[in-house]
């Protein structure tokens, strides 16, 4: 990343006649390792323009996924560009993510009515319901979803998940359990 952030750093600072970094902060890479963290990763950014008040609802939200999956839904298709959601967690399909666009779009909606009061922009109406299925407390959720790239540093999922994940890549400790355990193990 550091190879492909420069040289836009350096020609952006040369049009705008400026020094210092181009980007607000460092790129981070973080490994989403079960639907929980996947749904939770989605719906920070595709709340983003929400508490930014850029936007009141998601589908007004301009160059997001969600827009376009709205977008590609009233049409009654999935965006190519994007994973397709499959709409069966339980099925073992080899490319999509598990879970039900509708879904997904409720859980957004409501997400975002839970920011209330949090930072300049939310979506007005009442807490979700279907974090139940996720596994997730209410509070856990909108903390994952304001604080997401604070919470976890690496990798993202259950505590079991993480376990896995760092014996996978041969590390000799599991970075961000106490989050997982806190957040995503917490209903």
């Given at each position: 990343?550091?190879?492909?952030?420069?040289?836009?750093?350096?020609?952006?600072?040369?049009?705008?006649?400026?020094?210092?970094?181009?980007?607000?902060?460092?790129?981070?890479?973080?490994?989403?390792?079960?639907?929980?963290?996947?749904?939770?990763?989605?719906?920070?950014?595709?709340?983003?323009?929400?508490?930014?008040?850029?936007?009141?609802?998601?589908?007004?939200?301009?160059?997001?996924?969600?827009?376009?999956?709205?977008?590609?839904?009233?049409?009654?298709?999935?965006?190519?560009?994007?994973?397709?959601?499959?709409?069966?967690?339980?099925?073992?399909?080899?490319?999509?993510?598990?879970?039900?666009?509708?879904?997904?779009?409720?859980?957004?909606?409501?997400?975002?009515r839970?920011?209330?009061?949090?930072?300049?922009?939310?979506?007005?109406?009442?807490?979700?319901?279907?974090?139940?299925?996720?596994?997730?407390?209410?509070?856990?959720?909108?903390?994952?979803?304001?604080?997401?790239?604070?919470?976890?540093?690496?990798?993202?999922g259950?505590?079991?998940?993480?376990?896995?994940?760092?014996?996978?890549?041969g590390?000799?400790?599991?970075?961000?359990?106490?989050?997982?355990?806190?957040?995503?193990?917490?209903a």
């Amino acid at each position: 990343m550091r190879s492909l952030n420069e040289p836009i750093a350096r020609q952006a600072n040369r049009e705008d006649n400026c020094t210092g970094h181009f980007w607000e902060g460092r790129f981070k890479s973080q490994a989403l390792l079960d639907e929980g963290a996947l749904l939770s990763c989605m719906a920070y950014v595709d709340l983003n323009p929400v508490r930014a008040a850029i936007a009141s609802t998601p589908e007004q939200s301009d160059f997001t996924s969600i827009q376009l999956r709205i977008k590609a839904a009233i049409k009654g298709k999935q965006p190519t560009r994007l994973l397709p959601f499959t709409g069966n967690e339980h099925q073992n399909k080899a490319k999509g993510i598990r879970f039900n666009l509708k879904d997904y779009l409720i859980l957004v909606d409501e997400t975002g009515r839970l920011l209330k009061g949090d930072k300049r922009g939310a979506i007005n109406g009442d807490t979700a319901t279907i974090l139940a299925r996720l596994h997730i407390s209410s509070e856990s959720w909108l903390k994952l979803t304001r604080d997401f790239e604070v919470i976890f540093t690496g990798a993202v999922g259950t505590a079991e998940h993480l376990c896995e994940f760092s014996e996978h890549v041969g590390l000799q400790r599991t970075h961000g359990i106490a989050s997982a355990q806190a957040c995503l193990n917490s209903a």
